[in-house]
């Protein structure tokens, strides 16, 4: 086989060029080839002189541009590639932290704002702000704080009389509230199950309170209304119809709040993040919150026997004894972070502490015989483990929700204690767990 194939005789002019523009037919003109003669780019310089800098000026013969061409910008073949980028997501620490990258950012939105002709200002497309709203919709502003009431005159203005004690907590007023909440719950369990779940509808409605208050500081907009009466009245339905009811109560208070934002002027209310976080408070304080209810509807039937309300008296001895045990072992000997990011002052030892004194303060229950329903120490101490797990995981989800919002503290209704969600967090996970081991276990039957 020759390379005559590739020949091109007198013979082949009609037929075109495989990789070329030339024409395909004798008929078609001819366009003048690219050409660098004198008329185009001027006379050439010789070799042996010095280099000008200048560059030859590229062009059809003649110098013309072919007819019906546009003047095409010197970076037009570099627009292919304008739609790849090699740019990573920016953390909106570093925008903050970075004045070159908040800068860039500033400059390439105003690039943006230029070629629409808008004035207002344009959300850059090509990168995204962990950490924001994605939608770019503004919140209210962040209260960095109340305002404190002016001092009266002839009173000092420096500490309490009772100064906290090193971990922050006020010692002597903790326990003297502790023991009063503790008399008022034992007072409405002695006298029947409907006063215990007025109880808990009343101390959730104030942590729902206190949770939409907190959120709203800091630039969020919940719907309050219907979140704080869903959370209220979560477990009065429950005792009420049981499970189902909860499923009710969360739906209905979605598609209130959901409906409410349907009646916003536009977008900026930022229905998303705020129906969202209306809804971790619905979840967090009233579903979990109604379990309680749950557990004291097992004794709800007259004449039935207390298996409820024993077991929620059992659960709050638990969870009490877990948080004492985790303060003092913690305060003594914590050395090693539980979770440094949620809370420095969490402690694997305080942990430690806090499962055995749980541990032995349902033990002794079980030995002196204090319960009717829980008999049986094995029964006793499944239910000191899932305490003893579960109560740090609620005081942990509390205090990074804490965090994240930049809090001390959700409320300061209990004295000594913060928030009623303060003193209450490690109770509504608890509770969940709680029931169901009661259901499954029957300690009545042993």
């Known amino acids: ?181 503790a008399a008022v719950f034992i007072a409405t369990v002695l006298w029947r199950p409907a006063a215990v779940v007025a109880l808990i509808a009343v101390v959730i409605g104030l942590g729902a309170v206190e ?83 749950l557990i004291v509807g097992l004794s709800a039937l007259p004449g039935s026997p207390p298996w409820g309300t024993d077991t929620l008296v059992l659960v709050a001895i638990g969870v009490v004894a877990n948080d004492v045990g985790a303060y003092f072992i913690g305060s003594a000997a914590g050395r090693t972070p539980l979770r440094e990011w949620i809370s420095p002052s969490k402690s694997v030892e305080g942990l430690i502490g806090g499962a055995l004194f749980t541990i032995v303060a349902l033990v002794v229950v079980g030995i002196t015989e204090r319960s009717d329903t829980w008999t049986s120490t094995g029964h006793l101490l499944l239910l000191a483990v899932v305490i003893a797990v579960m109560a740090p995981m609620g005081d942990l989800v509390e205090s990074m929700f804490k965090r994240n919002l930049d809090v001390k503290d959700f409320g300061s209704i209990v004295k000594g204690h913060g928030g009623i969600l303060d003193r209450f967090d490690g109770f509504v996970v608890v509770l969940p767990a709680a029931y169901y081991l009661t259901i499954v276990l029957e300690p009545w039957t042993a």
């Open 211 to 293: 949770f939409y208050d907190k959120v709203a500081e800091r630039g969020y907009r919940p719907a309050v209304v219907p979140g704080v009466i869903a959370c209220a009245a979560a477990p009065v339905a429950a005792y009420w119809l049981g499970e189902t009811a909860i499923v009710l109560v969360v739906t209905f208070a979605f598609l209130v709040t959901a409906f409410g934002f349907i009646g916003a002027r536009g977008v900026e209310a930022g229905p998303l993040p705020n129906v969202s976080i209306t809804m971790l408070g619905v979840v967090w304080i009233g579903v979990l919150g109604s379990f309680a209810s």
């Open 1 to 181: 086989m020759t390379d005559d194939i590739w020949r091109r005789d007198a013979d082949d002019e009609g037929r075109g060029s495989l990789f070329d523009d030339e024409p395909t037919s004798a008929v078609e003109p001819v366009e003048p080839a690219l050409s660098l003669d004198d008329a185009a780019t001027g006379q050439l310089p010789h070799w042996t002189e010095p280099a000008t800098g200048e560059v030859p000026r590229l062009g059809r013969a003649g110098g013309e541009q072919p007819s019906g061409a546009t003047a095409r910008p010197a970076d037009d073949e570099l627009d292919v590639w304008s739609t790849f980028t090699s740019e990573a997501p920016v953390w909106r620490d570093d925008l903050e932290e970075s004045p070159s990258a908040t800068g860039e950012v500033a400059r390439t939105t105003g690039q943006t704002a230029a070629i629409t002709g808008s004035t207002a200002a344009v959300r850059e497309p090509a990168r995204i702000t962990i950490g924001t709203d994605p939608s770019g919709m503004p919140r209210r502003p962040v209260q960095t704080g109340r305002r404190r009431p002016a001092p009266t005159p002839g009173r000092p203005s420096g500490p309490a009389r009772t100064a906290p004690d090193a971990g922050g907590r006020n010692l002597p007023v903790a326990v003297a509230v502790g023991v009063l909440i």
